[in-house]
């Protein structure tokens, strides 16, 4: 069985930064995306942000330069590095991994961490 667990989230004032960590445990498929997603109150789900198991990365328009996405292979944990935060990146943030490619529907999530950043 496959699990997610995010930590790291929190409270910060605009201009902060935050690390958020996904660790990552019961599969061994060689293959594999991992990614971060986020919901507001009253808004869908976005991408935020993509590592596929060869190293490749890609990001939302509305996070590039400020966030950084990277794996820790020999701990299974993936980050999410947030720099320069707005209050309009506060949303519940989620880790979700793709048994392939990253092209498709995700197979398994975490359960999210909240992420607040007041003005």
């Known amino acids: 069985q496959v699990q997610l667990v995010e930590s790291g989230g929190g409270s910060v004032q605009s201009g902060g930064s935050l690390r958020l960590s996904c660790a990552v445990s019961?599969?061994?498929?060689?293959?594999?995306?991992l990614g971060w997603f986020r919901q507001a109150p009253g808004k869908e789900r976005e991408g935020v942000a993509a590592?596929?198991?060869?190293?490749?990365?890609n990001y939302a328009d509305s996070v590039k330069g400020r966030f950084t996405i990277s794996q820790d292979n020999a701990n299974n944990t993936l980050y999410l590095q947030m720099i320069s935060l707005k209050p309009e990146d506060t949303a519940m943030y989620y880790c979700?991994?793709?048994?392939?490619?990253?092209?498709?529907?995700?197979?398994?999530w975490g359960q999210g961490a909240q992420v607040t950043v007041s003005s």
């Open positions: 979700a991994v793709l048994y392939d490619y990253c092209s498709g529907s995700w197979d398994d």
């Open positions: 019961g599969y061994t498929y060689s293959t594999y995306c």
């Open positions: 590592i596929d198991s060869g190293g490749a990365s």
